[in-house]
């Protein structure tokens, strides 16, 4: 979809997240007037290199190192308090002081008992661990699904708060009393909450108006996703996913806009694939091809520090998340990671029972037996890391990138060489 009434740009992950989405968001930043984060929480991990200077966001949008530009959380984010002032305390040792950012008062505060609440979960579990991060992210959604959730309203109204609080610790007591876990006191969760509260209590405001005031002005709005399509509640790869749904689809009910808010949607590509955490993955491999693709791409989580399992490029997977995520472009990243290796492979369809498919199958244990379908292509030697253009790139370079544009059937407008910001060639000038 191609929407012309407003200038937004929505850039979601279209793997199972770590796709490079903070490093694209950040390069387009430099031309916005606001990016709003729309789902998850500090389950994210987006690096930024600027100059040189490496930084790491999990909550925080990733414009946040320009002055000029609106940060927003919008109300589809679930928000740990204690990790959010962290996080603005690294970045301010890290001297960024001057920033502008807005969190919703209908997002949700994520408290002490979900994260404890995750790990009880992922140890009690059996077959269908997920590995998640444990940053307590399924909880907190499930708190808000069943109504229990505490919003940051909520949080500046203290008599409803303290009033909240108490009536979930009723229930989360009883259960890690059920599981031997050890109780939260009230006072002591109440005190560190409040703490957080006053030094972000500033920030707190109506988001959906300020985004929306934003989109009637003209302004250039950036969506910055979380995660992945594959690890979308709705169409990734259940129940291996996250809580929430990384999809552009998503954004309107997430941040409180009209259904056509979204003039464009960018997905992030890496040139192979990885993933962390449990689930199936067709296209994985483990061999020396994949201990350097881990070592020069430095394929480990930036949240948790768990090295990624690495995979060749899935068409496929890709095809899907284009289709369930409208997109309209496509950003490769990391394809300097790939020079050197002699020949490369793109799995365009899978082989299930026998009959070859084109799309990604629901069920969990077809899923389990997908056998990929490769294209080989070869490789290109070259250095990449300075090109300057896509005509600069080595031939086998180009081939590449035009095969997933055939399979994927999505325009490559854009690609990534390195981790610095400099390093990334917008091929079609997206965001004007
Ligand atoms: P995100 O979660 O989608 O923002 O991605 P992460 O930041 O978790 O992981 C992407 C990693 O690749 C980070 O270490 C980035 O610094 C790095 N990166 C991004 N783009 C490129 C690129 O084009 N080349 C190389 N070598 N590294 C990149
Ligand atoms: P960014 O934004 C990669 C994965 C976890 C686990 C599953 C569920 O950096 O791309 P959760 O803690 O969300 O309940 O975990 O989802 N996961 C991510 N993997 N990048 C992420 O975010 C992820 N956020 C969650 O590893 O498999
Ligand atoms: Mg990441």
């Given at each position: 979809?191609?929407?012309?009434?407003?200038?937004?740009?929505?850039?979601?992950?279209?793997?199972?997240?770590?796709?490079?989405?903070?490093?694209?968001?950040?390069?387009?930043?430099?031309?916005?007037?606001?990016?709003?984060?729309h789902q998850g929480?500090?389950?994210?991990?987006?690096?930024?290199?600027?100059?040189?200077?490496?930084?790491?966001?999990?909550?925080?949008?990733?414009?946040?190192?320009?002055?000029?530009?609106?940060?927003?959380?919008?109300?589809?984010?679930?928000?740990?308090?204690?990790?959010?002032?962290?996080?603005?305390?690294?970045?301010?040792?890290?001297?960024?002081?001057?920033?502008?950012?807005?969190?919703?008062?209908?997002?949700?505060?994520?408290?002490?008992?979900?994260?404890?609440?995750?790990?009880?979960?992922?140890?009690?579990?059996?077959?269908?661990?997920?590995?998640?991060?444990?940053?307590?992210?399924?909880?907190?959604?499930?708190?808000?699904?069943?109504?229990?959730?505490?919003?940051?309203?909520?949080?500046?109204?203290?008599?409803?708060?303290?009033?909240?609080?108490?009536?979930?610790?009723?229930?989360?007591?009883?259960?890690?009393?059920?599981?031997?876990?050890?109780?939260?006191?009230?006072?002591?969760?109440?005190?560190?909450?409040?703490?957080?509260?006053?030094?972000?209590?500033?920030?707190?405001?109506?988001?959906?108006?300020?985004?929306?005031?934003?989109?009637?002005?003209?302004?250039?709005?950036?969506?910055?996703?979380?995660?992945?399509?594959?690890?979308?509640?709705?169409?990734?790869?259940?129940?291996?996913?996250?809580?929430?749904?990384?999809?552009?689809?998503?954004?309107?009910?997430?941040?409180?806009?009209?259904?056509?808010?979204?003039?464009?949607?960018?997905?992030?590509?890496?040139?192979?694939?990885?993933r962390v955490g449990?689930?199936?993955?067709?296209?994985?491999?483990?061999?020396?091809?994949?201990?350097?693709?881990?070592?020069?791409?430095?394929?480990?989580?930036?949240?948790?520090?768990?090295?990624?399992?690495?995979?060749?490029?899935?068409?496929?997977?890709?095809?899907?998340?284009?289709?369930?995520?409208?997109?309209?472009?496509?950003?490769?990243?990391?394809?300097?990671?790939?020079?050197?290796?002699?020949?490369?492979?793109?799995?365009?369809?899978?082989?299930?029972?026998?009959?070859?498919?084109?799309?990604?199958?629901?069920?969990?244990?077809?899923?389990?037996?997908?056998?990929?379908?490769?294209?080989n292509l070869p490789?290109?030697?070259?250095?990449?890391?300075?090109?300057?253009?896509?005509?600069?790139?080595?031939?086998?370079?180009?081939?590449?990138?035009?095969?997933?544009?055939?399979?994927?059937?999505?325009?490559?407008?854009?690609?990534?060489?390195?981790?610095?910001?400099?390093?990334?060639?917008?091929?079609?000038?997206?965001?004007?």
């Open positions: 979809m191609n929407n012309e009434k407003y200038n937004s740009l929505s850039v979601v992950g279209t793997q199972w997240g770590d796709e490079g989405k903070g490093k694209i968001t950040n390069y387009l930043s430099l031309k916005a007037d606001m990016v709003v984060r929480g500090n389950n994210a991990g987006h690096s930024i290199s600027i100059d040189g200077k490496k930084y790491s966001l999990h909550l925080i949008p990733s414009g946040i190192f320009n002055p000029s530009v609106k940060n927003v959380m919008a109300n589809g984010m679930v928000i740990d308090p204690l990790a959010l002032v962290k996080e603005l305390e690294i970045l301010e040792s890290q001297g960024i002081k001057d920033y502008q950012l807005f969190i919703s008062d209908r997002a949700h505060v994520l408290m002490p008992y979900h994260i404890r609440l995750d790990g009880m979960y992922e140890e009690l579990k059996g077959f269908r661990k997920i590995g998640t991060t444990k940053k307590g992210i399924g909880p907190a959604y499930v708190d808000k699904f069943s109504r229990d959730g505490i919003r940051f309203a909520d949080l500046l109204d203290d008599e409803l708060f303290q009033n909240l609080l108490k009536d979930n610790l009723l229930i989360k007591n009883k259960i890690f009393e059920a599981f031997g876990k050890e109780k939260f006191c009230f006072e002591e969760v109440y005190e560190k909450i409040i703490s957080a509260r006053e030094k972000i209590k500033k920030f707190i405001t109506d988001t959906s108006l300020i985004v929306h005031e934003a989109l009637e002005n003209g302004d250039k709005v950036l969506f910055e996703g979380a995660q992945g399509v594959l690890l979308c509640i709705d169409h990734g790869t259940y129940p291996f996913v996250t809580s929430s749904s990384p999809t552009s689809s998503s954004i309107p009910v997430n941040v409180g806009i009209p259904l056509n808010s979204i003039s464009k949607t960018l997905g992030v590509v890496k040139s192979y694939s990885t449990k689930g199936a993955f067709p296209t994985e491999f483990e061999n020396k091809i994949s201990k350097k693709i881990r070592e020069i791409g430095n394929e480990f989580g930036t949240t948790t520090g768990r090295p990624r399992r690495i995979g060749w490029f899935d068409a496929n997977l890709v095809r899907h998340a284009a289709r369930v995520s409208g997109l309209t472009d496509i950003s490769v990243t990391l394809l300097d990671v790939l020079s050197g290796i002699d020949k490369l492979k793109i799995c365009k369809s899978y082989l299930l029972n026998g009959k070859e498919i084109k799309y990604l199958p629901a069920g969990e244990t077809d899923f389990n037996n997908l056998k990929p379908i490769y294209i490789g290109w030697k070259e250095d990449i890391t300075n090109v300057k253009s896509f005509d600069e790139l080595p031939k086998n370079a180009k081939k590449y990138l035009l095969k997933i544009e055939e399979l994927t059937g999505v325009k490559v407008s854009q690609f990534s060489i390195g981790p610095d910001r400099n390093q990334t060639i917008d091929i079609n000038q997206l965001f004007k």
